[in-house]
């Protein structure tokens, strides 16, 4: 069935530097792919999303980046703050029409 | 504009007996999703709903769990009766789901814990 792999599962970075987070997908027919932030006992909210005519899109710190030959994705958030301390998930919107999701990566950020 | 509205936000049950949880959407939103989250893991589809027809239940095991939305608005998601592996968070989404509007939207959950 469709699939969602999501790398890591835990980052911990140093509050200024850079976090990445990658996703590969399974079905090829995926045409959009969002990400969401969830804080501890709250709704994960959109943070960014992408589609599959787009190869990159950024909003301030974060960007999105899809290779759709590979089937891989990427979150990339720069000058990490201690509030993007939260866990993060991709997602992968299938040929059925339903969102996929990964297993969530837990980044920490140290201030 | 108002999220997407769920109730209780907590429940605590014994094994066996029933539960139910209550949705309301976005307005104007016509797409209604319900999920399972697990601790430490990402949300499961459990039902989508396009207005009043659920369009994709395949992952609702229908011997204990049943939902409704028939007004395509409001959804009731209930387990009859309920385990001790249900215990999660219930998540409920909605879509505008016309136009290539595809982004869904989160309510707080239902966090439901079976003794």
């Known amino acids: 069935g469709e699939n969602v792999e999501q790398h890591p599962s835990t980052l911990s970075v140093q509050e200024g530097d850079s976090a990445v987070i990658k996703c590969t997908y399974s079905?090829?027919?995926?045409?959009?792919f969002p990400w969401y932030k969830q804080e501890l006992g709250k709704r994960p909210q959109l943070i960014i999303d992408i589609r599959s005519n787009v190869g990159e899109k950024k909003d301030q710190r974060i960007a999105v980046t899809l290779n759709k030959t590979a089937k891989h994705f990427s979150l990339h958030i720069t000058e990490t703050q201690p509030e993007d301390s939260a866990v993060y998930f991709c997602a992968a919107r299938g040929s059925q029409g339903n969102l996929i999701f990964g297993k969530g990566t837990k980044l920490s950020v140290k201030p | 504009e108002a999220g997407v509205v769920q109730s209780p936000r907590y429940k605590i049950i014994e094994k066996k007996q029933p539960v139910a949880f209550w949705c309301n959407p976005i307005?104007?939103?016509?797409?209604l999703y319900w999920y399972l989250q697990n601790l430490g893991q990402g949300p499961e589809l459990l039902i989508r709903y396009e207005n009043e027809e659920a369009v994709d239940d395949s992952q609702l095991p229908k011997d204990r769990f049943s939902a409704e939305r028939l007004k395509g608005v409001d959804s009731t998601l209930k387990i009859q009766p309920a385990e001790l592996g249900d215990s999660a968070v219930y998540l409920c989404a909605s879509s505008l789901g016309r136009q290539g509007r595809v982004t869904q939207y989160f309510g707080p959950g239902t966090r439901l814990t079976v003794l």
């Open positions: 307005s104007g939103h016509n797409t």
């Open positions: 079905d090829s027919a995926s045409n959009y």
